[in-house]
């Protein structure tokens, strides 16, 4: 009997094991970033289309033609296309750039050699299933990159508890979905923090790259160059800073002057020109507090105002040291970048995700100062709020006497345990509770992959995905 009860405890310590916990919790959320990864954003999505198209013409025709946001003039008109279908709700008119100077190219090259080899051929709109897989696996990246980052700050528990806050996000999992630039910038932006914070010198080599693959990314993907050159100037290693910051700007310039210079360098100028010159406003930081979400809708997900209010508290205690410095600096660079190219009134939602990540990161130095107790009172408003993100219209909103019931307990819970009940059952009763909330963080972000797109059109004609992952799934079983 004995024999058996040891078993049973070795099991349990295997399964709360820091590994087994990181494992799970990175199942988990592959899974909530891979199903029905084709509903949400929709078919079809203007924005990721452009990097389609983008790289499925630069491979056949060596020129990149796709849609724009910006005015060119008639002279760059290369046709007016018909995409999607009238079945699937998918149906519309673009018109198609020639050259196309928005973005360099290797998010186009990204997407258009991946969407060519499935046989998909300019002008052709993929199923957004077949566009995202490539998305899904950097997801992936991201996700090992941030918990290597957290796991060389914080001790065990603080980072698996940061990890797991942003690994199944539900406004992170539907931002690391999309297919745009920030997603690839971001993975790079994470491995040069890495490198940074770990202090290894012997791989400071491929620092360059990183900068300058984030630029031929997005050019806000100067971020990680901003960065590199924070790091090395706060060490005062001028050499390094020189040395880097040259490096990584010769770097893109040899993969991209040349490519641009083939397409029109007059051309390429007067288009960046209008395009540099938005209408910037002073209230960016206040819109990016009022826009909750990394996409077009406003989406109250509470984890968003975690990752801002915490992230920015952590920043402002975190302990004096050479990484803390770099996180603070690093993620005033990336709101200032933010604040300096980002539209007022009219920021798209995934501009804010290098920010935000950054921001992730520092959560755990306010929650290495925290209680478990505290932890789990921040996780019951956070998984309360949650229940609302998916409104199906037969419940819409919860009743007065349910909610209130509910909010009451919120402080009537902690209350009673720490009044009435003894030191030693309130320590066993705040794991209970921690457990208990983190499931539920969990199945809320598994419910909202899956209900979000049927709630979203339950009344209203929405594109409908031509390939699904269920349809995908069977298929395989088969």
Same mark, same amino acid.
């Given at each position: 009997?004995?024999?058996?009860?040891?078993?049973?405890?070795?099991?349990?310590?295997? %399964? %709360?094991?820091?590994?087994?916990?990181?494992?799970?919790?990175?199942?988990?959320?592959?899974?909530?970033? %891979?199903?029905?990864?084709?509903?949400?954003?929709?078919?079809?999505?203007?924005?990721?289309?452009?990097?389609?198209?983008?790289?499925?013409?630069?491979?056949?025709?060596?020129?990149?033609?796709?849609?724009?946001?910006?005015?060119?003039?008639?002279?760059?008109?290369?046709?007016?296309?018909?995409?999607?279908?009238?079945?699937?709700?998918?149906?519309?008119?673009? &018109?198609?750039?020639?050259?196309?100077?928005?973005?360099?190219?290797?998010?186009?090259?990204?997407?258009?050699?991946?969407?060519?080899?499935?046989?998909?051929?300019?002008?052709? &709109?993929?199923?957004?299933?077949?566009?995202?897989?490539?998305?899904?696996?950097?997801?992936?990246?991201?996700?090992?990159?941030?918990?290597?980052?957290?796991?060389?700050?914080?001790?065990?528990?603080?980072?698996?508890?940061?990890?797991?806050?942003?690994?199944?996000?539900?406004?992170?999992?539907?931002?690391?979905?999309?297919?745009?630039?920030?997603?690839?910038?971001?993975?790079?932006?994470?491995?040069?923090?890495?490198?940074?914070?770990?202090?290894?010198?012997?791989?400071?080599?491929?620092?360059?790259?990183?900068?300058?693959?984030?630029?031929?990314?997005?050019?806000?993907?100067?971020?990680?160059?901003?960065?590199?050159?924070?790091?090395?100037?706060?060490?005062?290693?001028?050499?390094?800073?020189?040395?880097?910051?040259?490096?990584?700007?010769?770097?893109?310039?040899?993969?991209?002057?040349?490519?641009?210079?083939?397409?029109?360098?007059?051309?390429?100028?007067?288009?960046?020109?209008?395009?540099?010159?938005?209408?910037?406003?002073?209230?960016?930081?206040?819109?990016?507090?009022?826009?909750?979400?990394?996409?077009?809708?406003?989406?109250?997900?509470?984890?968003?105002?975690?990752?801002?209010?915490?992230?920015?508290?952590?920043?402002?205690?975190?302990?004096?040291?050479?990484?803390?410095?770099?996180?603070?600096?690093?993620?005033?660079?990336?709101?200032?970048?933010?604040?300096?190219?980002?539209?007022?009134?009219?920021?798209?939602?995934?501009?804010?995700?290098?920010?935000? &990540?950054?921001?992730?990161?520092?959560?755990?130095?306010?929650?290495?100062?925290?209680?478990?107790?505290?932890?789990?009172?921040?996780?019951?408003?956070?998984?309360?709020?949650?229940?609302?993100?998916?409104? %199906?219209?037969?419940?819409?909103?919860?009743?007065?006497?349910?909610?209130?019931?509910?909010?009451?307990?919120?402080?009537?819970?902690?209350?009673?345990?720490?009044?009435?009940?003894?030191?030693?059952?309130?320590?066993?009763?705040?794991?209970?509770?921690?457990?208990?909330?983190?499931?539920?963080?969990?199945?809320?972000?598994?419910?909202?992959?899956?209900?979000?797109?049927?709630?979203?059109?339950?009344?209203?004609?929405?594109?409908?995905? &031509?390939?699904?992952?269920?349809?995908?799934?069977?298929?395989?079983?088969?």
């Amino acid at each position: 009997m004995e024999g058996w009860i040891m078993a049973g405890r070795n099991i349990l310590k295997l %399964f %709360f094991s820091k590994k087994s916990l990181v494992i799970f919790i990175t199942v988990l959320a592959f899974f909530a970033r %891979f199903w029905k990864i084709e509903f949400v954003p929709f078919q079809n999505d203007a924005d990721e289309l452009a990097f389609v198209f983008a790289g499925q013409s630069l491979i056949e025709e060596g020129v990149p033609i796709s849609w724009s946001s910006f005015e060119y003039d008639d002279t760059y008109i290369y046709s007016n296309e018909e995409i999607g279908d009238p079945e699937f709700n998918t149906d519309g008119t673009i &018109t198609l750039i020639k050259p196309w100077f928005d973005h360099p190219y290797l998010l186009s090259l990204i997407e258009g050699a991946w969407t060519e080899a499935l046989g998909y051929r300019f002008p052709s &709109t993929p199923p957004s299933l077949i566009l995202r897989l490539p998305m899904l696996a950097i997801a992936m990246i991201t996700l090992f990159l941030f918990w290597k980052i957290v796991s060389e700050l914080y001790s065990e528990r603080t980072a698996v508890i940061t990890y797991f806050l942003f690994a199944l996000s539900p406004s992170i999992i539907l931002g690391q979905r999309m297919v745009i630039g920030e997603n690839i910038v971001v993975p790079l932006l994470l491995a040069a923090v890495l490198i940074l914070v770990k202090q290894k010198e012997k791989y400071y080599g491929y620092l360059p790259f990183l900068a300058a693959a984030a630029l031929l990314a997005k050019m806000t993907g100067i971020i990680v160059l901003l960065v590199l050159g924070l790091a090395f100037l706060l060490k005062r290693d001028w050499k390094r800073l020189v040395t880097v910051v040259a490096s990584s700007l010769l770097l893109f310039l040899v993969f991209y002057l040349p490519f641009v210079y083939s397409l029109g360098w007059n051309e390429f100028i007067a288009i960046t020109s209008k395009q540099s010159f938005r209408l910037l406003g002073w209230v960016n930081p206040a819109f990016i507090m009022a826009t909750p979400g990394f996409h077009h809708y406003l989406f109250y997900d509470l984890s968003y105002y975690v990752f801002l209010f915490l992230g920015i508290a952590g920043l402002l205690v975190a302990p004096k040291n050479k990484q803390a410095l770099l996180l603070q600096f690093a993620s005033l660079g990336a709101l200032l970048l933010l604040w300096s190219t980002s539209a007022e009134q009219d920021a798209l939602g995934w501009y804010k995700l290098p920010f935000f &990540t950054l921001l992730a990161i520092s959560v755990g130095y306010v929650l290495e100062k925290l209680s478990l107790a505290v932890i789990a009172m921040l996780g019951s408003l956070v998984v309360t709020n949650n229940f609302g993100l998916v409104r %199906f219209v037969e419940h819409p909103y919860p009743t007065t006497e349910k909610l209130r019931l509910v909010v009451s307990s919120l402080v009537l819970i902690p209350v009673i345990g720490y009044v009435f009940m003894s030191k030693q059952f309130q320590k066993k009763f705040v794991y209970v509770a921690i457990a208990i909330i983190g499931s539920v963080y969990a199945v809320q972000s598994l419910y909202l992959a899956d209900s979000f797109y049927d709630a979203q059109c339950q009344h209203i004609k929405c594109p409908i995905p &031509t390939i699904t992952t269920t349809v995908l799934l069977k298929e395989f079983i088969r």
